[in-house]
């Protein structure tokens, strides 16, 4: 190529920032050193004979392109940052003012390109081979559920202006027709609706079917931003996700299970889910709110240890002990028999306001009442009886539950439990 002209009288400063370094001879005499910085000089570039880091072009011919010369590997070395270009390009910028673009003058390009296209086919051949072996149809099949919906199903992703279609993703799961039943998970890829697809597998060898469903569910919510039992929705409303096709009109749909409107994630209503309230146990059971002690002023007596005495009177009858603030209560109310209660056990009586007192009086006559002995984790015998000295029936049941069944008739007798 002959000496490049500039079309105009005043060089334009197209190679500023520019560092340009050549391989060797370039084949032409007129291209020598000397003549080159100053075409590159003139426009604001920098000439270079050596090659480093530094350097952003460098000039070489076919010949020493192929041959791989020392200036030629250094560039290489250098990666991206170095362009190795024929001489054209240098000649091309100075006549036409502007830099043109390097991958037109390209040694490397056309090495690079013929690598892309090996990795391509290479690409290809994999995955038509794993297309092929896909899954053996003659061992395995498309499961069905209960309502005879097929887990085969297609994802889509559309260009958000022109609605083509992008990308699609087809979704199995597969059981085995031998028995027991195995399950697999697996997916293939389109980058386009016409490219060859890309297999992926979630396990290499079959899995139970909880653990294939979980893979089938775990990849149709990644892909689409919606959990399998939203799937009616079609999509999450994100261009950017791809849309669940939705079988045709009259095909099964398959079963979709409630999801609590807490953990409902999409954009449309929540599926409803009815739920019975729990009535959780009160430990203890619960308090008797309907218990009254209307008896004529008979006080209610709660008899610590074994069998108790009868209730108390008012709490005015007698005066308070040596040693207690409470008043002592009077003698039991009428019955059908006398009855002593239990002298050498203190009993702890509570009036009708609940106000702990001094041990209760001897059992009296008394009226019939329930009794009431829980054996509880202090070993206190309730003893519930309307101011009678009534049966004090200690239960044996180690769950602390209360059994009210005893009552206060039979002659005032109190029966000492056996001792544990």
Known sequence: MPVPQTRADAPELNLAFLEIARAGDLDDDDWTPEAMADWITTRGGTYSEGVDGAVTHLLATQQQWDDRVDRVKKALRNGEGTH????????????N??????????????????????????????????????????????????TGFRYEVTLRRADEESGAV???????????????????????FYKTPTAAPLVHRAYDTPRKFEVALAAFKFWFRKKTGLRWD??????????????????????????????????????????????????????????????DNDDGGKGKGIARGPGGGGGGGDGSSLPPLPDSSSPRRGPGGGGSSSGPGTPETPATSVGNNNTPGSRGGPGGP????????????NNDNNNNGGGSGGVNKRNRDDDDDDDDDDDGDDNGKGKRPRRS
């Open 166 to 188: 992008e990308s699609i993703w087809r979704l199995y799961l597969f059981e085995s027709r031998a028995r027991p039943r195995l399950y697999s998970f697996l997916a293939r």
């Open 97 to 146: 003012g502007r830099r043109e673009n390097e991958r037109d003058f390209s040694l490397k390009q056309p090495e690079l390109d013929a690598n892309a296209q090996w990795r391509t086919a290479q690409t290809t051949a994999k995955a038509a081979a794993e297309a092929a072996n896909f899954i053996d149809t003659a061992l395995h099949r498309i499961h069905r559920d209960s």
């Open 366 to 377: 008394g009226g019939q009442g329930p009794t009431s002995a829980p054996r509880n984790n």
């Open 84 to 95: 190795i270009v024929t001489r054209d390009w240098l000649a091309q910028s100075i006549v």
């Open 230 to 291: 939203e799937r009616h929705l079609g999509t999450n409303g994100d261009a950017d996700k791809f849309r669940y096709q939705l079988p045709a009109a009259g095909q099964p749909t398959g079963i979709v299970r409630p999801i609590p409107p807490s953990d409902f994630k999409g954009t449309g209503p929540a599926t409803p889910s009815v739920t019975a309230p729990v009535k959780l146990p009160i430990p203890g059971g619960a308090p008797d709110d309907n218990e």
